[in-house]
């Protein structure tokens, strides 16, 4: 089955990042060897205010860090995308069948366009973007976090009109969440998602924290006014939250670990969650120093990564010219 699925270049990457997606990465490498393809989307990140110098050092950053947590460029195609031309030029050829009323429902584009004196025309036209990355590939499957719901649902509706337009081109694509942990939320405001850029420095854990920072944000995390480890996730969120957070960083399930706090408190639980992580992130903290490093290594992996998309995405590019009635050749 041919995977696919893109994290923005930019911002720093959270456990909420690191579950909802990366760990799905690996896992959708390895059952789909050489068929899966990641894209570090650099072209997204300019959609919002944005430093040039960041962009640059947090593309290499995120790369080291994807190697880290496992993506093996033997086995996958890890690749920036700005370095294939396909997806700036899919994005253009499939705002003839994006409409500009469902664009303007974005949930994402509303909220990171509140507020702000200047929104880019790039925040509006980033799903459509986001929808040819996608449908370059011919993907069966995106691995996604729960956030990026309605952005897949805009690229399933896009493929389905250009196909009918102008005849069966693209498949139409399916999302995979993980099934614990597709919505981390926010530890100091567990109703909120944890999020790069609308958390607050406690509310959030990044990947690349240290361990002594991560032990007390989870020790400062908000819980309720009740006594009881329950995963409600409703009623209680908070709890809810550490419980799936240290679901996937044991392995055990949820209702193991709420029948395994029978008479605990909550202090024990955020205890137990901030050891389970840094476990958890320990060997890729390692791997990451080593690998950011060598720079000239990851620029040549990525290079390599770039070629197998380039030859990937060409046809499907092509197809899409020939039956919008281009003359390219
Ligand atoms: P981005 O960069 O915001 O997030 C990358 C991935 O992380 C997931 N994620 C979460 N999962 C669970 N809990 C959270 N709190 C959490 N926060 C983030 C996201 O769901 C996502 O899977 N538009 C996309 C990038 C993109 C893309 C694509 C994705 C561009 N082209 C093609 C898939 C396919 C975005 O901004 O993700």
């Known amino acids: 089955m041919r995977v696919f699925s893109g994290i923005q270049a930019t911002g720093a990457k959270t456990i909420g990042n690191y579950i909802g997606a990366m760990r799905q990465y690996v896992a959708t490498q390895d059952e789909n060897e050489g068929d899966a393809f990641f894209c570090i989307v650099d072209l997204h990140s300019i959609t919002v205010e944005y430093d040039p110098q960041d962009l640059h050092d947090r593309t290499l950053d995120l790369a080291a860090l994807l190697y880290a947590v496992g993506l093996d460029p033997d086995r996958c195609t890890l690749f920036c995308q700005s370095h294939v031309a396909a997806h700036a030029e899919a994005a253009w050829l499939l705002s003839a069948v994006t409409g500009f009323g469902q664009l303007g429902r974005m949930t994402q584009f509303k909220e990171k366009g509140e507020g702000r004196e200047f929104v880019s ?90 361990p002594d920072t991560i032990r007390k944000k989870f020790r400062t995390a908000v819980t309720d006014s009740d006594r009881e480890i329950r995963y409600l996730p409703d009623e209680k969120p908070g709890v809810s939250n550490l419980l799936e957070i240290l679901s996937v960083a044991t392995g055990s399930p949820i209702p193991q670990l709420e029948a395994g706090y029978d008479g605990k408190g909550y202090g024990d639980l955020k205890t137990d969650v901030g050891e389970a992580v840094v476990e958890l992130f320990r060997p890729v903290h390692e791997r990451y120093e080593e690998l950011r490093a060598d720079e000239p290594e990851l620029r040549r992996l990525l290079g390599i990564g770039a070629e197998k998309a380039r030859e990937a995405s060409a046809p499907t590019l092509q197809q899409m010219y020939d039956r919008m009635g281009f003359v390219r050749r």
């Open 121 to 210: 025309a790039g925040l509006f036209t980033y799903p459509v973007l986001m929808a040819g990355d996608i449908l370059l590939y011919q993907t069966d499957i995106v691995p996604i976090g729960d956030d990026q719901r309605q952005h897949l649902e805009l690229s399933r509706d896009v493929a389905e009109r250009f196909n009918s337009r102008f005849g069966e081109t693209f498949k139409v694509p399916r999302a995979v969440y993980p099934t614990v942990g597709a919505r981390i939320m926010d530890l100091q405001e567990p109703t909120k998602k944890m999020s790069t850029t609308a958390s607050s420095e406690q509310g959030r854990v990044l990947v690349l924290d240290p």
